[in-house]
Each structure stands twice: as C-alpha cells, then as structure tokens.
C-alpha cells in the first residue's frame, strides 16, 4: 500500500513539475486592467485607494476590463519621452461593457494598473463607443514585450 501511495506522490510531483516548468517559460502574461472611480461607503474589502491628482480616490477592486478582454493592441512612445503606452482594442462583450460604465460613470476616473501598479488614469467625460482603451504612459519596453508574446498587433492575425 505505501508503494501505491509513493508511486502516486511521485507521478503528481513530476506531472505538476512539469507543468510548472512549461508555465513560467514565456515569463510573466499581459496584467492590464482597468478600475473605475466608486465611493469611500463601498464594501471596504471591494475598493481600493489611490491617489489622484492629489485627492484620495477609491477604485473598484474588480476591473471593469481586464487582459482576457483585449484582442489586438498598439503601442507608441509616449510624450514622457522615458515610458510607452497603448491602444488596446476589446473583444465585442467588453466592448459593450465598457460603453455602459463610461455612460454610467461620466465625471468619475478610469484607472489602469499593469504588471501591478498604477500607471495611468483618465477622467471620464463621454462614453467610449468604439472598443479602445488607451493606456497613455507608464510601460516600458520589456512589457510591450510581453504584450507582444499574447496579444497580436491592431490589424495582425491572431497569436
């Protein structure tokens, strides 16, 4: 019985090694997401704070888009002259999705995070109908990099 038990043990050691081997050899996936501006009185464990042009605001935790909603994407240096940023185009549901908050949400900030920080923020004045977003600055070239690996160039074929 311990054979059986050892022999399990090992085969789940080498099948989940070698899992782990095979996921970390592309680096780090695209981690962009995008929070919209909420209240100070939303449940404490589903906002987080962030400072913004000098005001202590509070973001959804929960992105409004995230890296599983882009299809294609464009980067360009951005006027910092020491940072890039991107275009990134949305999958039909996000799409949508994005439209409705920025309706719902006009007045409020829209944030993006990557790679775990905070990059970039913009001020929500009309809806966006066409499926961009835009990051403006913050990203260097090593993840435009990554970006490149997972998410295939506005008007390239799919990766």
């Not at 043990?9 to 501006?37: L, N």
């Not at 990059?119 to 809806?127: K, M, S, Y």
């Amino acid at each position: 019985m311990r054979f059986v038990i050892y022999t399990a043990a090992v085969f789940a050691m080498v099948i989940f090694a070698g899992g782990a081997i095979a996921g970390g050899s592309k680096g780090k996936k695209v981690d962009i997401t995008f929070h919209i501006e909420t209240e100070a009185t939303d449940n404490p464990r589903m906002i987080f704070t962030s400072e913004v042009m000098g005001h202590q605001k509070f973001f959804r935790r929960i992105p409004e888009v995230s890296s599983k909603d882009f299809v294609a994407f464009s980067p360009f240096p951005s006027d910092d002259q020491s940072s890039y940023g991107v275009i990134l185009q949305l999958k039909d549901s996000a799409r949508g999705r994005l439209e409705a908050v920025t309706r719902a949400y006009s007045g409020k900030w829209l944030i993006s995070k990557a790679f775990g920080r905070i990059i970039d923020g913009v001020l929500i004045e009309d809806p966006v109908t066409d499926g961009l977003v835009v990051v403006w600055n913050g990203l260097t070239i090593e993840e435009i990099k990554q970006i490149d690996e997972y998410i295939p160039r506005i008007g390239e074929k799919k990766k």
